[in-house]
């Protein structure tokens, strides 16, 4: 397997699931099959157009492991760094993703123009709602553990088990290669 790099995508599989980091870690994106992703994606490219967009981090992790992000947009001015999701349905794995981006800033030293560490913005368009976000020493702490877990998953001969509630895989793109 090619060297890690844990991304904010992979953080957020590893919320939500363990055996779906292991699939998409090793070659498994289902994501161009579903039509939640391409909505996602064309809410993604039509709000907050005049924004600062896509910009790309990559940081050195704990134990020298790759971590990368794509963060959907950011106002310099006000030291806001926003994700836009389609739904608040995952949340908790919105919020860690975004709280994964806030630590690769924190770890490349990039800080607002007062001296003080961006803050957190989910932006969720089409319900007209936003939760602010931010990071924490005990959230810190928890991402290193995440990352750590994900390389372990990752490096897995075979992936962890099918969740056995199976509320959330209906909606999942990797649901029918689970339980197809």
Request: charged share 30%; no cysteine; proline share 3%.
């Given at each position: 397997m090619h060297k890690l790099c844990v991304t904010g995508t992979l953080v957020n599989y590893y919320v939500l699931c363990r055996r779906r980091v292991?699939?998409?870690?090793h070659g498994l994106w289902m994501e161009h099959e579903s039509e939640l992703v391409a909505l996602g994606r064309l809410l993604d490219?039509?709000?907050y157009t005049d924004e600062l967009r896509h910009v790309n981090v990559e940081a050195e992790g704990p134990e020298g492991l790759r971590l990368a992000?794509?963060?959907d947009w950011a106002e310099l001015r006000d030291g806001v760094l926003h994700e836009t999701k389609h739904s608040p349905r995952a949340l908790e794995a919105h919020r860690w993703q975004l709280r994964f981006y806030l630590w690769l800033l924190?770890?490349?030293g990039?800080?607002?123009?007062?001296g003080q560490p961006f803050r957190g913005q989910l932006?969720?368009?089409?319900?007209?709602?936003?939760?602010?976000?931010?990071?924490e020493p005990e959230h810190e702490t928890r991402l290193n553990e995440i990352v750590q877990a994900i390389y372990q998953t990752a490096t897995q001969a075979l992936p962890p088990p099918r969740l056995v509630n199976r509320r959330f895989c209906k909606k999942c793109a990797y649901e029918e290669l689970c339980f197809g």
């Open positions: 292991w699939l998409a870690v490219e039509t709000s992000g794509r963060i924190k770890l490349l990039v800080t607002r123009t007062d932006n969720f368009p089409r319900q007209r709602r936003t939760e602010n976000i931010i990071l």
